[in-house]
């Protein structure tokens, strides 16, 4: 009989850790690494607003990253993307419900022409860069399994919040957890992240 053990699953925050804004969580779970949200603070005019990609290591980001997983479409959750794709120079598969994928690049422009055609503000994302990033967009549908290599799958499934919201199963080999975010009552302002290993 061949013994099975678990590594450990590694979490790491890049943003959204204490406060609400910038969600985007690195995990590393089997030797895979998934970048979980890629979202913008927006109480913030500087680089704080974008998550703190510097924890991800030396070298291109894309070797590093197996894939990066679009809860929904609150600039919360996916504001940094073009910057992180486009600007950090990340290229590989990115994932994200049908639903969300309309919306995203919609979000996406509104705060740019506030951000810089408004406030006049530089270090931004361009609407070309929106255009580019969305592009390399992998839409799923729920309950669709997708295969991202040979070890590598997730699964969407309905999470309610806002149209296209989806809570992500990730499983490697025969280790597996789901990405969610949910509401609690009682609590503000909001948004809770739960990642609980199956």
């Known amino acids: 009989k061949t013994k099975r053990t678990m590594s450990d699953i590694k979490v790491v925050p890049l943003g959204a850790g204490q406060d609400v804004g910038r969600?985007?969580?690195?995990v590393n779970i089997g030797g895979k690494r998934i970048m979980l949200d890629c979202g913008m603070h927006m109480g913030y005019n500087d680089q704080r607003r974008f998550p703190d990609f510097s924890y991800i290591g030396a070298g291109p980001v894309t070797d590093y990253i197996d894939c990066v997983i679009i809860s929904h479409f609150h600039l919360d959750h996916c504001g940094a993307l073009p910057y992180f794709t486009e600007m950090y120079g990340?290229?590989?598969p990115v994932y994200m419900t049908h639903p969300t994928k309309a919306i995203c690049p919609i979000l996406l422009e509104d705060y740019r022409k506030i951000t810089v055609d408004k406030k006049g503000e530089t270090n931004?994302?361009?609407?070309?860069?929106?255009?580019?990033?969305?592009k390399k967009v992998v839409a799923v549908n729920l309950h669709q399994t997708?295969?991202?290599?040979?070890?590598?799958?997730?699964?969407?499934y309905y999470a309610g919040h806002v149209l296209g919201a989806a809570m992500f199963q990730i499983k490697v080999g025969f280790q597996s957890f789901v990405y969610t975010v949910r509401r609690w009552a009682g609590t503000s302002p909001g948004e809770f992240f739960h990642?609980?290993?199956?």
Request: with cysteine.
């Open 23 to 26: 969600s985007c969580i690195l």
């Open 90 to 92: 990340y290229d590989g």
């Open 124 to 134: 931004f994302f361009t609407s070309a860069m929106i255009k580019t990033c969305m």
């Open 146 to 156: 997708v295969q991202v290599d040979d070890e590598l799958e997730i699964k969407p």
């Open 195 to 198: 990642i609980g290993r199956l």
